[in-house]
């Protein structure tokens, strides 16, 4: 059977990223037609290591300029825009709130605006678990509040809440798909997680922890949340005329498991063999929230989504992409 993307014009912004680019191959895989948005140079995106590029339409620009999206967008008319771009780090929000705010606020309402005011594409905009901020009843649910208090937080709160004004104000068609802590090969941003104790047990040093160790996340591998993607994307274009309306919807997509820090990195040392590596947790002060995990019972149910890969089987292939890039040290 031919895929629902076969020969269809996508734009992808933020493509050269983790998340991006696992959509970018996965949209390939089905046949679309892939229009990029790039900023920077980034030769250690795997859209540049394996020769991804040369295979898509990539615009140079910026999200947060509109002249740049309108362009775009009036070209190539897609029939539905991915919007993954954003700053992505907790800790550079910190840092630098006002950016993080520009990249992913502004970038947000730039994409949309610019659908409002050129065409009709369908809008799925990546969104985060964060974007709920702190709340006693957990799991979330996507009729939790919106309700952000540190700098990448209140930017997805933001985020949402832009998204959803376009569609209940202008009728833009818009879904926003909520994940989980994303992981998988391909992210070399070190100061995560999953790639942090990684790269360190390759290299036989004892990761370091900067929390407790406490904190409790969900997650969802990169594959799968390609498929969520994919799924969101086919399902608002086709409910009109097939069932109701998702149109301004949100949608969570994790693994739904209560993982600390601690569990994460024991299972990788397990995995990887190397238990005598115990973690030296610092336990310093951080602004993130202590406690988030999701219920994506909604996506199984009006998507007919569920994860393939579980925790230890997503852990084990990414541990082997790591050894495969970066040597078995």
Known sequence: MASYWEHKTVFVTGATGLMGSWLVKALLNEGAEVVALVRDQAPRSILVREGLLNQIVVVNGDIESLPTLRRVIAEYQPHTIFHLAAQPLVQVARLDPVGTLRANVAGTWNVLEACRLIGNSNVVVASSDKAYGPNPSLPYLETHPLQGRYPYDVSKSCAD????????????????????????????????????????????????????????????????????????????????????????????????????????????????????????????????????????????????????????????????WYRAELGNR
Not at 198 to 218: E, M
């Open 161 to 320: 809440l832009i998204t959803q004004m376009y569609a209940a104000t202008y009728g833009l068609k818009t879904a926003i798909a909520r994940c989980g802590n994303l992981f998988g090969g391909g992210d070399l941003n070190f100061s995560r997680t999953i790639p942090g104790i990684i790269q360190a047990t390759l290299d036989g040093q004892r990761f370091i922890i900067r929390s407790d160790g406490k904190f409790v996340r969900d997650f969802l591998y990169v594959k799968d949340a390609a498929q969520c993607y994919l799924s969101l994307g086919e399902r608002l274009a086709t409910s009109e005329s097939d069932a109701p309306s998702i149109s301004g919807e949100a949608f969570n997509f994790g693994l739904g498991l209560r993982l600390t820090v601690l569990d994460i990195v024991h299972m990788v040392l397990r995995i990887m063999d190397r238990a005598d590596l115990e973690p030296i947790i610092q336990n310093t002060a951080s602004a993130e929230i202590r406690e988030q995990y999701l219920d994506a019972s909604k996506a199984r149910e009006l998507l007919d989504w569920s994860p393939r890969y579980g925790m230890e089987e997503a852990l084990g292939e990414t541990i082997a």
